[in-house]
Each structure stands twice: as structure tokens, then as C-alpha cells.
């Protein structure tokens, strides 16, 4: 999948974009993350990928979003991971530059904003485009074919230990839109604006991966799931 370019990100990181206090929408769904919450996502991500280096730019995601949008929206989840409520973020990149156009996609879940030790991280990839237009949508079995990847991702985080369950089986569905509102701040490379995710997932069995034992599962449905576009 595609991993983004030092330049990108440092160009997003810069936008800023939490608050200083976390701020609840309607009916408790949408929150607006603090700034030491973001921080605590982006440095328990990161210690994923110390855990487990075939994951590594999943933190680079994690810090795109949560400094660009700073929003996440509470959704139900089926799981023995752990909790059953969690807190989700999306983040879509068309590339209009490859042949045929491709996109990738990403959905982070936590479950405590303010100390999250549980994550849900499914990742999507597509090279289903129509010329210059990008893939908005992609859904299959945990794997895929030629032109399409799907990817699932169970942590656990107790302490200092990281567990880590690799999903082998089951289905990933993303659609992504754009609301047109730029990213506050932005200044390039490419084009940001904010966008949400519709998504569906069934993780039905996983591979232990470091830290863990036994098999993990979870599954859910969630709309409108805030996040940004990123197009180079």
C-alpha cells in the first residue's frame, strides 16, 4: 500500500487542528480530540510498529488524521478484543498519477480517547480506477486480488506489552466521500480536503502476531466516519 512521502506529512502534521479541551457532538458521536489526546494516539500507534515493523506507516496515518481532522465518531463494535465502544478516524488517498488511477484507504478505531489501549486498523487498496478518476469504494475478502488489498489489525496494549492480531479471514468494505471543506491550514504538497468513510467489516479469524496468543475477532458498521482526502 501506498506510504506517505516525509514532505506530505510533515506539510499535514504542520496544520494543526486539536483543541484544547475535547469537545462532544450531538448525541455523544462525534468528538473533537485534545491535543494530549492526539498525541497519546499517535504515540501508541507508533509503538506498533516498534512492535511489529511490517505495520510501521500505520502511525504515519494515525498522525495525518488526528492533527489534520482531529474528529472521531463513536461506533459500535462486536469484538473479544476488548470494549465494545470505540472512536474512528478515515483517511483516503486517490493517486491519479498511476495507470490505471488507484486510492488507498485507511480506518483506525480506539476505544478510550483519553487512554486507548484498544484498535481496530483495517487498510484498503485499489487499482479499479477509470483514467484520472480515482477509486472511491473497494470491499473483498481479507486479501484480494491483483488490483485490490485488504488488510485487518487487532491491537491490545497492556503497559509497555503490545499484542497484535493479524487478520487472515473475513471481509473489508470502504466507500469514501469528500465534503469539499479544505483542511485548515494545508499548504502542499497536493490537495487536502476533509471527507468521512462509510465502512463494514467482519474480521471472522486472525494470526497472532508479537506480544499475542490464541485468535482475536471483531466486527461492525459505521457511516459517515470523519477523516481527510490526501491526493498528491
Known sequence: MHR??????????????????????????LITLSAS?????????????VSDPTIGSISDTIEVVVKAGAEA????????LGATEYYAVSLHMPNAQSVPASATFHFIAFDDPNNPTRFIILGGWSALGTGSDAPTVVSGPI???????????LFSISGSQVSAWHASAGTVSFESSANGGACTGFTGPGTCVKGSMDVTFNLTS???????????????SAVN????????
Open 206 to 220: 486472525t494470526v497472532a502476531g508479537n506480544g499475542a496468543a490464541g485468535e482475536r475477532t471483531a466486527s461492525g
Open 143 to 153: 486479501g484480494g486480488a491483483t488490483s485490490t488489498s485488504l488488510t485487518g489489525h
Open 225 to 232: 466516519v470523519p477523516g481527510i482526502r490526501l491526493t498528491n
Open 4 to 29: 506517505l512521502s516525509v514532505v506530505a506529512l510533515a506539510s499535514i502534521i504542520a496544520m494543526g487542528g486539536c483543541s484544547d479541551d475535547p469537545v462532544t457532538g450531538p448525541g455523544g458521536d
Open 73 to 80: 465518531r463513536r461506533i459500535e463494535v462486536t469484538t473479544d
Open 37 to 49: 489526546q492526539a498525541a497519546s494516539l499517535v504515540a501508541r500507534v507508533e509503538s506498533f510498529a
